[in-house]
T-cell receptor
Framework: EAGVAQSPRYKIIEKRQSVAFWCNPISGHATLYWYQQILGQGPKLLIQFQNNGVVDDSQLPKDRFSAERLKGVDSTLKIQPAKLEDSAVYLC??????????????FGEGSRLTVL | TQLLEQSPQFLSIQEGENLTVYCNSSSVFSSLQWYRQEPGEGPVLLVTVVTGGEVKKLKRLTFQFGDARKDSSLHITAAQPGDTGLYLCAGLNNNDMRFGAGTRLTVKP
């Protein structure tokens, strides 16, 4: 079974530029999450989708971050304009059911963003 | 500030040694999960504990959930270089999951 796919793996941009990350969850997984993991910290939830609806985006900096999950499958996370403090690994995860605790979150390898 | 405090932050040991890492909080969780993350990869679930006082064993790894469901520990017996990685705990409450900052373990051959 294919895992969670993310791209690009690495991205280097200058501040004030824009960037987009793409995630393809495990087939059949209804819930999709985007996490931000800054070096030395644990993952922080940015947004959670169930199918194509947003369940939780309370920690998403909406002035510069946006995310969508069209058709309830793939998702994109966009940052515009980027700031230095956005340098981090952006992790996508998916799970089977409608809530966070249905067992296991399956994570992708992450997209490492460096903002210069 | 982290809702979940993990200690130690870094741990470097020799192969064959035993170790314990901790995950503490002032909050009560309905369940707690432990993940291991290797460099360049996403976290992978090791275990979920649900009941206060629960102990789960996974080969050389022993996980314990505190009686009050506020803390947890992970004990590794006879550590191997393959155990090297970032160990993250994640507490779940009211559909809100929060991760600790992790313990970075290095096991030297």
């Amino acid at each position: 079974e294919a895992g969670v796919a993310q791209s690009p793996r690495y991205k280097i941009i200058e501040k004030r530029q824009s960037v987009a990350f793409w995630c393809n969850p495990i087939s059949g997984h209804a819930t999709l999450y985007w996490y931000q993991q800054i070096l030395g910290q644990g993952p922080k939830l940015l947004i959670q989708f169930q199918n194509n609806g947003v369940v939780d985006d309370s920690q998403l900096p909406k002035d510069r971050f946006s995310a969508e999950r069209l058709k309830g499958v793939d998702s994109t996370l966009k940052i515009q304009p980027a700031k230095l403090e956005d340098s981090a690994v952006y992790l996508c995860a998916s799970s089977l059911g409608g809530g966070l605790f249905t067992g296991e979150l399956f994570f992708g390898e992450g997209s490492r963003l460096t903002v210069l | 500030t982290q809702l979940l405090e993990q200690s130690p932050q870094f741990l470097s040991i020799q192969e064959g040694e035993n170790l314990t890492v901790y995950c503490n909080s002032s909050s009560v969780f309905s369940s707690l999960q432990w993940y291991r993350q290797e460099p360049g990869e996403g976290p992978v679930l090791l275990v979920t504990v649900v009941t206060g006082g629960e102990v789960k064993k996974l080969k050389r790894l022993t996980f314990q959930f505190g009686d009050a469901r506020k803390d947890s520990s992970l004990h590794i017996t006879a550590a191997q270089p393959g155990d090297t990685g970032l160990y993250l705990c994640a507490g779940l409450n009211n559909n809100d999951m929060r991760f600790g900052a992790g313990t970075r373990l290095t096991v030297k051959p």
